[in-house]
């Protein structure tokens, strides 16, 4: 379970960018803040046999940021990191959902399309994977927010 605590602590584990970006950590932990934050209204909504599409609505955008914010997070620890294969790893799942959701385009790596068995337009899409929602980045792989979340927490 994720807590501020664990965000706080694992926000000092962070290799090599705390000498050269001090305000590093704090961003860490806004991340993780936000993460709780968002975890905890989703509970709520889940819960309620109604909830208000606008409920869902701001829920959905909310985590859009959360994800952006936090891509950008791992785009820097993975600069600072270069060659540590799990942040590697866990910033190319980052990547996966960010690129068509901000640039509206399919992932790309030396100008060729990354990935090309995902849907034929750029964008994900938003789909029910369990009790959560995620993005569908091809017809069979959804990536939740509580994934990457966890993911993350638990890289350091």
């Known amino acids: 379970m994720r807590t501020i605590k664990g965000w706080v602590d694992r926000s000092y584990k962070v290799p090599n960018i705390l000498k050269e970006i001090p305000i590093f950590a704090y961003d860490f932990q806004s991340v993780g803040r936000f993460d709780l934050e968002l975890s905890y209204q989703w509970e709520k ?7 208000s599409i606008l409920g869902f609505d701001d829920h959905v955008r909310k985590a859009r940021f959360w994800l952006i914010a ?5 785009r820097v620890i993975k600069q600072f990191n270069k060659g540590d294969q799990r942040i590697s790893s866990l910033y190319q799942i980052f990547r996966r959902v960010r690129v068509p959701l901000v640039k509206f385009e399919k ?3 030396n100008g060729k399309e990354k990935y ?11 789909s029910k994977s369990g009790d959560n929602f995620g993005w569908a980045i091809s017809p069979e792989k959804i990536i939740t927010r509580e994934e990457l979340a966890q993911e993350l927490y638990d890289l350091f």
């Not at 909504?45 to 909830?51: D, M, S």
């Not at 936090?70 to 791992?74: G, N, R, S, V």
């Open 45 to 51: 909504i889940r819960k309620e046999p109604n909830y």
């Open 70 to 74: 936090t891509y950008e997070l791992m």
């Open 107 to 109: 992932v790309k790596s």
């Open 116 to 126: 090309p068995n995902d849907f034929n337009v750029p964008l994900s899409a938003i």
